[in-house]
């Protein structure tokens, strides 16, 4: 079982970059892919971005892809979500979310484990 915190969320504006962490806590973080998640007011909950268990293989929604960057240290049970060029469209609530799997790849299916979301606001 793994425990997800996430932080680095805020209120910034058009343009701007943020930096989101998700924390990990167990002592099989590596054997888990890891998958970021965003939910806008009155949307469905969509995955933006995916990381394989080595970090070798990612994934990026359209909406994202040549902004944000995922990545991981499996050392210090974290991934990261850089977010640059940042739009009003990509207000929403950011979650980080486990998947245990015995294969290196990024996962787009249903993740087990969730962290409590960070919010992250962008301003026009």
């Known amino acids: 079982q793994v425990q997800l915190v996430e932080s680095g969320g805020g209120l910034v504006q058009t343009g701007d970059s943020l930096r989101l962490s998700c924390a990990a806590s167990?002592?099989?973080?590596?054997?888990?892919?890891m998958g970021w998640f965003r939910q806008a007011p009155g949307k469905e909950r969509e995955l933006i971005a995916a990381?394989?268990?080595?970090?070798?293989?990612?994934y990026y929604a359209d909406s994202v892809k040549g902004r944000f960057t995922i990545s991981r240290d499996n050392a210090k049970k974290m991934v990261i979500l850089q977010m640059n060029s940042l739009k009003p469209e990509d207000t929403a609530v950011y979650s980080c979310?486990?998947?245990?799997?015995?294969?290196?790849?990024?996962?787009?299916?249903?993740?087990?484990?969730w962290g409590q979301g960070t919010q992250v606001t962008v301003s026009s």
């Open positions: 979310a486990a998947k245990p799997t015995l294969y290196n790849s990024w996962w787009a299916g249903d993740y087990d484990y």
């Open positions: 990381i394989s268990r080595s970090g070798g293989k990612t």
């Open positions: 167990g002592r099989t973080f590596s054997t888990y892919a």
